[in-house]
């Protein structure tokens, strides 16, 4: 029998709702085996980040050789990189490794509204990371972001800037609607050939703490057990609703708690 296993390179969250803990939370959730490779420390709780400790970026190429050279690694998934040493770092690994899917969440701006990627490592962000993506999973605010536009308003404009994050080099783009508004929130998957809109009703809970840490962690579990792109997007919209869903059966801290990752069993 041959285990999944999927490689979560992110920064850690001190409080256990999102980043590494997260991602780890879920890969277990959905049946895979967690590896991790920590970019950063913070100081982090439900009401915001208070402060972040860099991993030296030869460190994190170590802990990236150190899981390639003995794990058989099914998916990665990016998240946190804080800084463009670390992206320099990571961007080498990955080549000298060549994994076969790399899910890219270009995480800039924590839940709280803190920002966890210096202003300087965004171009980097595009040049160095987005090429070896499979997919990239931006909210709409990162992807404006990327691509230093204004947030897209309609559906026409998040779909054009889709596309033109497709023409950085990944393979696909999963722009997130979490941050829109109306009754359902949508994602569209942009690919070469298409753009598949896939809509759940928007869940009103102020419990959205590593939301997207775990969407993109959720594709790359999918990934790692053999599904394709749209199979393994489709189930981890699905399980992120359902999680997002779950959520007001805890009371973790004061201000935006977790989701529920293991909601399919408590």
Known sequence: MTTPVALTIAG?????????QADLKTFAALGVYGASVITALTAQNTRGVTGIHPVPAAFVAGQIDAVFSDLDIGAVKIGMVAQVASIDAIAAALSRWAPRHVVLDPV??????????????????????????????PN???AAALLDEPVAASEAEIESQGRRLLALGCRAVLVKGGHGEGAESIDYLVGADS???LAAPRIATRNTHG??????????????????????????KAWIS?????????SVGHGHGPIHHFHRFY
Request: aromatic fraction near 2%; charge should be negative; glycine fraction near 10%.
């Open 108 to 137: 800039m701006v924590a839940t709280s509204g803190d920002r966890l990627l210096a202003a300087e490592a965004v171009d980097a962000l595009r040049t160095r990371l987005i090429p070896l993506a499979a997919v990239i999973t």
């Open 211 to 236: 939301t997207g840490c775990s969407l993109s962690s959720a594709i790359a579990a999918g990934l790692a057990r053999g599904e394709d792109l749209e199979n393994a997007v489709r189930n981890a």
């Open 195 to 197: 753009t598949i809109a």
């Open 242 to 250: 359902a999680a997002i869903g779950a959520a007001d059966r805890f």
């Open 12 to 20: 850690s969250d001190s409080s256990g709702g999102a980043g590494i």
């Open 140 to 142: 709409l605010p990162e």
